[in-house]
């Protein structure tokens, strides 16, 4: 069973720091495309940033680049959101994400399973 666990939410205010966890079990993590996904109050979900699995190539949305690095440790089947230079429009539940059908970052809408969600909110 595919299971995702994300950490590392919270308060902060602007222009600060946090850096987001989540742990993947259940697949063969390596192999495939991992992503980040953030959904704010009354808006629908959108892809932040996704990885692939083996040359850590990446990908970001606009509205983070420059501000937020994804990585991925295979050995500990963890992937990382960290998010600097934070805005109050940054804040939203993030979730973490897996294609389990493409090594890279295909598309946003390929990755169906899905953690939690970690909330993160940012005042100003």
Known sequence: EVQLVESGGGLVQAGGSL???C???GFTFRDYSVAW???APGKEREGV???NSSDGSTHYADSVKGRFTISRDNAKNTVYLQMNSLKPED???YFCA???RHYYCSGYGWYDYWGQGTQVTVSS
């Open 49 to 51: 940033s996704c990885i």
């Open 23 to 25: 742990a993947a079990s």
């Open 98 to 100: 897996l294609d389990n």
């Open 37 to 39: 996904f953030r959904q």
């Open 91 to 93: 804040t939203a539940v």
């Open 19 to 21: 850096r987001l966890s």
